[in-house]
């Protein structure tokens, strides 16, 4: 850090020459600003992506930088804010578009983020990754069937879409018809075989199935391939439920509490663990 604020200082007393297409200013205030984030002194890292902002105001990839940091605070707003203005430097970026949307969708506004994902397909109409992140968007509000129809232009773009398979297969098990969704999920792992959401489908579906023994052993490798996956914890704990292992049931909620970002989900889970307590 001190060679990096030696930097800083050295930017603001002189120009100095830059290979890049940026100025070397932006590069050094950007590096230290980072190395702040990572060492979890965010007040530091934001006033550096502030200053930032306020020396290159007409530099979309300033706002950009920002507005990474605020979803990395999940500060959602703010960072539709920044993509918003780099919007008005770069009115028909649909990738501007699609990150914006995703802010919307981790806010809870599905209208919105439907609305720019529409807009980054309008700019971007080849782009799959736009069809698939709107199908979750309209999933995310309810309305499956036409996430489905988005999910279909995704694969005729892209038959090789891990991520158009798996979230299909995880709305048909929504619609109750799990052996379409069994099928999505060995597409998506042909594709991406290390695919945690994929075994995470696979116990859901099984769990419905009430294939206990099959649901458990994949939802384990869910958990093997990602030690912090909250939903997985919280579908083995209904299998380990089902199973009457009422103590590696609770272990597991008591997990999934702990790792969810969701207070809902951390509520359920809380409720879970008071209801199995007195079975022990």
Known sequence: MAEYSKAV??????????????????LVYLTRA???????DYKRAQDDFDTIVHLFDELPIAYAARAEFWESQKEYVK???????MLELEPENALIYHQRALMHQKSGEYDLAIDDYST??????DHYLHYVMRATAHSDSGDDEAAL????RALELNPKSWEAHCNRGLIYIHLQEYQKALVDFDKSLEFNPELAHAYLGYGKAYLKLEEYQKALKNLTIALEIDAAFADAYCERGLVYEELDKINEAIADFERCRDLTDSKSWRDWAEWKIGELKPRR
């Open 9 to 26: 200082i050295l930017a603001e007393q002189y120009e100095q020459p830059s290979s890049y297409n940026i100025p070397l200013k932006y």
């Open 34 to 40: 980072k190395a702040y984030q990572q060492m979890g």
């Open 79 to 85: 960072a539709v804010e920044d993509l918003t203005r």
């Open 120 to 125: 980054a397909i309008k700019y971007s109409p």
């Open 149 to 152: 129809r988005d999910l279909a």
